[in-house]
């Protein structure tokens, strides 16, 4: 056993470049050089050249598979199918060999091998623009502080250089304390924020901004509880137009749609496109009748549909309708018994979600406990746009929507919470964000939903966090903010429940499952991978592993 600070070593040469090469080999354009070449003078001929190498980084920062996988790694979700790696995390099952632990470290270090290789060459390019080398320097700055949050996060201290290190400093060097690579993305941030422009014209629209610098720097220290910093950075989004001009979109739910790229709450998105780049894990999320699918890789919990308060702003209790007159975003977010579903493409057609799995006449694929199927009753709706136009032709479910990653509800929140825990909450903090945010979602003009509650910190801060949980939910942030509270061994290991039903005896019951278990002494960081430790035998482990 190790103790925190005693993190392996990692085979970054032999191991991640090798995958990192790989992956070039399918971005660059088919007249360069041999991607073994990557630092030959060879290659640094041109601004596209350099281009397809940043554009590869992009790639490699992040993808919409991962943010679907990091819900599924919260209670927003029951992991019904299947048992693959983020279901036997997320039930506390893992161990060292876990494939996803080492495949994750390897994608992360591969990812970073890029932006060091970019960053060591691109002064080569003779006749480039300075503006524009400085801002591909700021954005692979950017990429790599991304990259370096997601490893300390989720294995804490981890090998940290920012230079293309050798093998065999690669096989001896030591890992660095996580609040040294914290202190350090903040002050890359920080310095990116200052030379990134605030927009972009429609042919890089998409690429990182000086606001995406300082929203990301805000959910960096939100993470770490480093209250000051958050409101620092939000403050500098909500209170200034300096990095950029950003305001709440109108329409919740059209947020996510195609129609709706680049809406002014979007502050950083994954860019996809048709054939080119897409994603499709929307597929096995959405109800059978809609889909056709084999099977439902994830359901929303009870707990989470729960969490949505009435229109009203009043708590729902079980005395209550279960879906009438509830906070409009659970029928934005959530397909539920009775959802009106319009299918993709032209056709306008339109079926009715059926769950209940003690009506006799319900023959479809979506009732509650059919094999494969939802066990809680509930499907994602957020990220489903029907408009034609989002998907890639005919019945593929290939999805070129670009996949929100930061948007200014977001920041809103961030700087709520940050002003609650410094104890400077007050009726002008709240109406400039939690209130903007339940008037955008359609809450009843009523003191109880929109004005400022009194009771002080301890109050509000359920308030604000079951907020948070509802404007976001689905969006990858759940597991990240269970855990930054401490609260994943309580909420992780409840049951998970689904929809409740009359059954036949006449009483009400919820469908509840019991498989997932959250070890507060080992599961708040993932194993060093066993493959790392096969490389290098100084490698420790985190404790539990």
């Not at 959802?339 to 694929?365: C, E, F, L, W």
Request: proline content about 3%; some cysteine.
């Amino acid at each position: 056993m190790r103790t925190k600070n005693m993190k392996p070593s990692i085979n970054y040469l032999s191991g991640c470049l090798t995958a990192c090469i790989l992956l070039l080999a399918g971005c660059v354009e088919l007249d360069v050089v041999p991607t073994n070449k990557f630092t030959d003078d060879t290659y640094w001929t041109s601004v596209e050249k350099a281009s397809s190498l940043l554009n590869m980084g992009y790639r490699q920062m992040n993808d919409a598979g991962r943010i679907f996988r990091d819900e599924r790694l919260s209670d927003n979700l029951y992991n019904s199918y299947g048992n693959d790696d983020a279901r036997v995390i997320a039930n506390g099952q893992a161990n060292t060999s876990t494939a996803m632990f080492d495949n994750y470290w390897g994608d992360m270090y591969g990812g970073i091998k890029t932006t060091h290789t970019f960053l060591a060459n691109v002064d080569r390019v003779e006749g480039m623009d300075e503006d524009l080398r400085n801002r591909m320097k700021a954005e692979a700055r950017f990429i790599r502080a991304f990259l370096f949050f997601q490893l300390t996060n989720w294995y804490g201290d981890v090998p940290f250089f920012t230079e293309d290190i050798t093998l065999e400093i690669a096989t001896t060097i030591t890992p660095t304390p996580q609040a040294t690579i914290v202190d350090f993305i903040h002050s890359e941030l920080e310095e990116i924020a200052e030379i990134l422009p605030t927009s972009y014209g429609p042919g890089d629209r998409g690429r990182i901004t000086a606001g995406a610098a300082m929203a990301f720097n805000a959910r960096v220290a939100l993470n770490f509880n480093d209250w000051e910093r958050v409101k620092t950075y939000t403050d500098k989004l909500i209170n200034s137009t300096q990095y950029g001009t950003y305001t709440l979109f109108q329409n919740y739910e059209g947020i996510f749609h195609f129609a709706n790229q680049y809406n002014s709450e979007i502050i950083l998105d994954i860019q996809y496109a048709p054939e080119v780049r897409t994603w499709n894990e929307i597929f096995t999320y959405v109800p059978f009748s809609l889909a056709g699918v084999q099977y439902i890789q994830a359901s929303p919990t009870q707990d989470l549909v729960d969490t949505y308060l009435m229109k009203d702003g009043s708590k729902w209790d079980e005395s209550k309708d279960p879906y009438a007159d509830r906070d409009p975003r659970l029928d934005m977010t959530i397909y539920r018994h009775g959802s009106a579903i319009q299918q993709r493409g032209n056709t306008g057609s339109v079926y009715n979600v059926n769950v209940d799995p003690n009506d006799a006449d319900n023959d479809t694929n979506d009732k509650i406990g059919r094999e494969n199927g939802t066990q809680t009753g509930y499907f994602y709706r957020k990220f489903y746009d029907p408009n034609p136009a989002a998907w890639t032709g005919g019945t593929s479910w290939d999805c070129n929507i670009n996949f929100v990653v930061l948007r200014f509800a977001d920041v809103l929140l961030m700087y709520a919470e940050a002003m609650n825990e410094l104890d400077q909450m007050d009726a002008a903090v709240w109406d400039k964000t939690i209130r903007l945010l339940r008037e955008r979602a359609g809450f009843d003009n009523t003191a109880l939903a929109l004005d400022f509650p009194s009771g002080g910190k301890d109050a509000l801060r359920p308030i604000i966090r079951d907020e948070r949980r509802v404007e976001l939910a689905l969006e990858g942030t759940r597991v990240y903010d269970i855990r930054r509270w401490r609260i994943a061994e309580t909420v992780m290991n409840a049951p998970r429940r689904g929809a409740k039903f009359d059954l036949s005896t006449g009483t009400l019951k919820y469908y509840e499952y019991r498989n997932n278990t959250f070890n507060e002494n080992r599961d708040y960081l993932w194993a060093i991978p066993r493959q790392q430790w096969l490389i290098n035998k100084n490698l420790g482990q985190n404790d539990g592993y």
